[in-house]
Structures are given as structure tokens and as C-alpha cells.
């Protein structure tokens, strides 16, 4: 039933385009921007935010906080363009441009900023996303704990991985 809904209601219509286009425009922004050298460390930091993000989805849905009226995919969470290309490569972009724990810190709040107070209700006006129990500011601090969460625990990884490899 939640497909048929899915292809009468939201398949190639103007909204699906553009959720498909943001997503396949962010894949390929991050393929060209993303520091191949490093690419084992931003692949790490990238899933655990797109972990982290569509746990974080699900649960906001789930417990009817918002809703996604248009499904890129019928068969997965919500709102896949964001949760699996926009925000995970956002947050990785400034991971590997922000090296330090303050320039980091201080870009991930002009980041959450710009996703609270800009984006989400871009994405509400679209007709994307729809707020039911949750107010913009309530992602804030978690945008930011998210973040430097996950950079934590990254470079937590690679110290050992690290330390490992000194005592060989």
C-alpha cells in the first residue's frame, strides 16, 4: 500500500526531482572535494553521522516530532537526500577543512545555524518537511553534540589504530 501511495503521490513529481537532484548534486560535490588521502578517515566520520542522522530521523518521525510528506524511496527512512548525502557530507566537509578542535567547533555552529534557521525552514516552506511537535532551535545542540561526538570518537580511533602501529 505504501508504495502504490508512493508512486501515484510522490514518484517523479517536481518535489521528488528535486530531493533526487540534491542528493545525486551532494554525492558528486563530495566525490570531488573530499581528500583522497584521507579517504579511509572521512568515510569513518561519514558513516557514523549517517548512522547517528538516520537513527536520530527515524526516532523524530517515529515519535511523530515531523514528517516527510515526499519519499525519495518508499522502502527507506524519510527524507533520503538529506539523511544520507546533505548532511553526512556537510558534516564530513567540515571535518577535513577544520582541523583544529576551535575552527572545528566554530564551524560546525555556523553550520547547525544555517540547518536550523535556514534550511529546515526552506525545506518546510517546500513542502519537504513538516514540523509537528518540534520547533528549528530543538536541532541545534544536536547538530552540534552530533558532531563533535563523532569527531571525537574518530580521532579516538585513529590514536589507537595509531598506538597499535608504533608497537609493531
Do not use: N
Not at 583544529?100 to 566554530?106: G, I
Request: hydrophobic letters at 55%; one cysteine or more; proline letters at 5%.
Amino acid at each position: 500500500m505504501r508504495i502504490e501511495q508512493w508512486l501515484q503521490d510522490d514518484v517523479f513529481h517536481f518535489r521528488w526531482w528535486l530531493l533526487l537532484g540534491q542528493f545525486a548534486f551532494s554525492a558528486f560535490l563530495w566525490f570531488k572535494l573530499v581528500d583522497k588521502s584521507r579517504f579511509p578517515e572521512m568515510v569513518l566520520y561519514m558513516g557514523f553521522i549517517t548512522i547517528i542522522t538516520l537513527v536520530l530521523d527515524e526516532l523524530g518521525e517515529e515519535l511523530s516530532l515531523w514528517d516527510y510528506p515526499v519519499d525519495l524511496v518508499p522502502i527507506f527512512p524519510p527524507l533520503t537526500a538529506v539523511d544520507l548525502a546533505s548532511l553526512p557530507i556537510i558534516y564530513t566537509l567540515i571535518y577535513q577543512y577544520f582541523g583544529t578542535w576551535k575552527s572545528f567547533f566554530w564551524a560546525t555552529l555556523i553550520m547547525a545555524t544555517i540547518f536550523c534557521f535556514i534550511f529546515e525552514p526552506i525545506l518546510v516552506w517546500g513542502g519537504v518537511y513538516q514540523t509537528l511537535k518540534w520547533k528549528y532551535y530543538y536541532g541545534f545542540p544536536i547538530y552540534v553534540t552530533m558532531a563533535l561526538c563523532v569527531r571525537w570518537m574518530v580521532k579516538m580511533i585513529y590514536a589507537i589504530a595509531e598506538g597499535a602501529e608504533e608497537k609493531k
